[in-house]
Each structure stands twice: as structure tokens, then as C-alpha cells.
């Protein structure tokens, strides 16, 4: 294909990778620059608070490609280096360093950051951690001792899955949550009451109704918390998954549009033509409205389908949000996306310790949820794929063949 000036990627997570490599595998030969903050080279994110913090998987194993893929595919990468300014007008990225990259097209794929507890309740002191990156992972790894007591701030799925990473290390556990019940945002209660069943089950302390009044310290140091009815809870460390914000801040400088993440259209274009965003950064358009998907799936199709638009095609990117979450020896996969859910029907079998629960809106299928049932993950995502509604009397019966679902 016929080069069209430099593509410089801002940022070098799983969006930035995958656009790349779509590109390359178009056979698009123009030049590409990633620009990433991180001193490594793009590594797989969810290994990271899982077998990497565990010490199952070794860092060079979360790579997605040696550095010499890079060299052979000519993408050129700058680490350790941020964007301080984006000149729209004359098409330039300055780099904290001073250099100034010129761009034919630029991508947006900075990512989230997670949310801080504000220093005027501890949230500076030491021993309190989040998980995003290789840094805190590492950190982390050093504070997750046996027989050490972890308070985690957060019952949504990090700190969940946080908890059960915790547990795994021999760690005494508190998690709290300020909401009535954890995964209140995510998911259905049916939901909710067996995720929480299991971790009760491995001696999690989950405390809901239950918010963070301040942490407390000795010599810069965690040593408490006290919570939000009073009581006070000795800890060594602390784990805040409180959610995460885009990291949108460079293109609103630049003026272009943002709101909850940077605006994009069906082709991932921002208001400017040049400038496309993906992952967690970009906010979509989605039914009637915007959203973010914050995933790893979704980071990777759309980073795809832009690519493909950067090579010329007219594809718009019509997202299918799958999700997955590992608890212990728990596996829990979600197709579809449940927002404004009316109604949800929970189909068990105990025999088998498998569970889904199905969600409705205004009758119609939209989302699954399956706890180590891959039967059921698999027919719901072909269901939504092909828009077949359920009999819902076949999904309350556990003795029942899900996939003859797909022949009706």
C-alpha cells in the first residue's frame, strides 16, 4: 500500500500493539513510532496481577513480541518517553526529551490510571498500592508476604481479584466496599452473592455498606484504617481498586473533544481527522449513547479496526464486549454488555458447581454471565452474535442442552 506519512502511537499497551501488527499484516508499509512511558517493551496487562504476581509467569513471557520483532517489521520505539504537547496545525508530537516527531496520522492509546485515595486521608503513605503496570506489580510482589494483613478498598472485579491473589499468598484479608453489595456497578446480585460466597469460602473478611474514613500512619508507614463506622482495622499494606480515569488530558489540552474519555466516532476518528483513539482512553459511541469498554478485548478490536480504516478501508467498529475475570480456581466470563439490564434469570447446577446468570433488557437477551461454565459463556456469545433470544424456560432448566438454543 502506498506510504502516507509517519503514524506515530501515543502510548504502548495493548491498543498500540495491535494496531501495529494489523498494520504490518496489511502489508501497510508506512512508517510507525510508538511513544511509550514504560522502560519495557508492550506486555500483556492481565497475567500481570495473576501468575506474574504469583511468580507462575515470568516477565519475558508477558511480552507480546522479542524486541527483534520490531526491527524486522520496522516500528520504530521510543521508551521511557512521553508526549508533553500535540501540535495539531503543524502535525507534530513534542516529546518530553524536546524532540519534535512529525505525523501523517497519530493515535491516541494512552490507557486509564487508577484512581488514588487523596493524600489528605493517606493515600501517600507508604504500603498503600494500585495494580495497573510491571512497577506496581513489582511493588506488590515485595508487600504480599504470608501471614501479612492487606485491607482492599474496592469490591468491583480488582480488587476481587486482588483479594483472591492475596489469599493465594497466605495473606489475612479485609475488603470493604461502600456500596450495598460488591460488583454493584458490573454485575446482577445473583452475581454478586456467589462471587462473594466463594471468597468467604477461602476466609476473605467482606464488609459492605462499608467505606474508608482515613488511613493511618507511623513514620510514613500504613499501619491502619480506620472505616467509615468507626471501626479500626491493623493493616501492613493496602490494595485501592476504586476504579480507574482515561487518561485524556493531552488530547483536551490539544482541543480536541473529551468527555469521559476522548471522543471518538464508528471509525475511531476523534474531531480530528488525523487523530484516532482506542482502548480505555476513547469514548464510543454505543446504542444511544457513548461508553468506554475497559478491556483487554476491546483494546484489541478496535486498535484492529482502525488500523484497518488507517489502510484505507470504510469499516466502522461495531464492538461484541466480552469480558473475563480469574478468582482462586474460579473462572468467570461475561459476553455482552449489561447495562440497563430489567431482568436477569440465574440457571445452577450444583452437581456440576457451574452457574450463569442471564440478563434481559426489555425482553430481549443482552448479556451472560458463567462461573466456570464455559458452555454457557460460549452458546451466549453465539446467541448475541447471531441476535437469537433464549427460551427462557430451557435456561431455567440446569438439565437441559444449552446449544440446542442455537438451533432454534
Known sequence: MPNTGRLVIVGAGQAAFAAAAKLRALKDDRPITIIGAEDVLPYQRPPLSKKYLLGDM???????????????????????????????????????????????????????????????????????????????????????LPGRRVLIIGGGYIGLEAAAVARHRGMEVTLIEMADRILQRTAARETADIIRAIHQAHDVVIREKTGLDHLIGRDGQVTAARLSDGTVVDVDCVIVGIGVVPNDQLADVAGLEVKNGIVVDEFGRTSDPSIF?????????????????????????????????????????????????????????????????????????????????????????????????????????????????PDKGVLADPNSDLKQLLRT
Not at 490507557?111 to 489528605?120: D, Y
Not at 447446577?349 to 452457574?355: E, I, S, V, Y
Open 58 to 144: 515470568s516477565f519475558d513471557r508477558l511480552l507480546f513480541r522479542p524486541e527483534q520483532w520490531y526491527a524486522d517489521n520496522r516500528v520504530e520505539f521510543h521508551l521511557s518517553t512521553w508526549v508533553e504537547e500535540i501540535r495539531r496545525e503543524r502535525k507534530q508530537v513534542l516529546l518530553h526529551d524536546g524532540t519534535v516527531l512529525d505525523y501523517g496520522t497519530l493515535l491516541l492509546a494512552t490507557g486509564s490510571t487508577p484512581r488514588q485515595l487523596p493524600a489528605a486521608i493517606g493515600g501517600t503513605l507508604k504500603g498503600v498500592h494500585v495494580m495497573r503496570d510491571k512497577r506496581d506489580a513489582d511493588h506488590l510482589a515485595e508487600a504480599m
Open 277 to 389: 483513539a482506542a482502548g480505555d482512553c476513547a469514548s464510543l459511541p454505543w446504542q444511544e449513547g457513548r461508553i468506554r469498554f475497559e478491556s483487554v478485548q476491546n483494546a484489541v478490536d478496535q486498535a484492529e479496526a482502525i488500523a484497518l480504516v488507517i489502510a484505507g478501508g470504510d469499516a466502522a467498529y461495531r464492538p461484541k464486549p466480552w469480558f473475563w475475570s480469574d478468582q482462586y480456581d474460579v473462572k468467570l466470563q461475561i459476553a455482552g454488555f449489561n447495562l440497563g439490564y430489567d431482568q436477569t434469570l440465574l440457571r445452577a447446577d450444583g452437581r456440576k458447581g457451574t452457574h450463569s446468570v442471564w440478563y434481559f433488557k426489555s425482553g430481549a437477551f443482552v448479556s451472560v454471565d458463567a462461573i466456570n461454565d464455559a458452555t454457557a459463556y460460549i452458546v451466549g456469545r453465539k446467541m448475541l452474535e447471531l441476535g437469537i433470544n
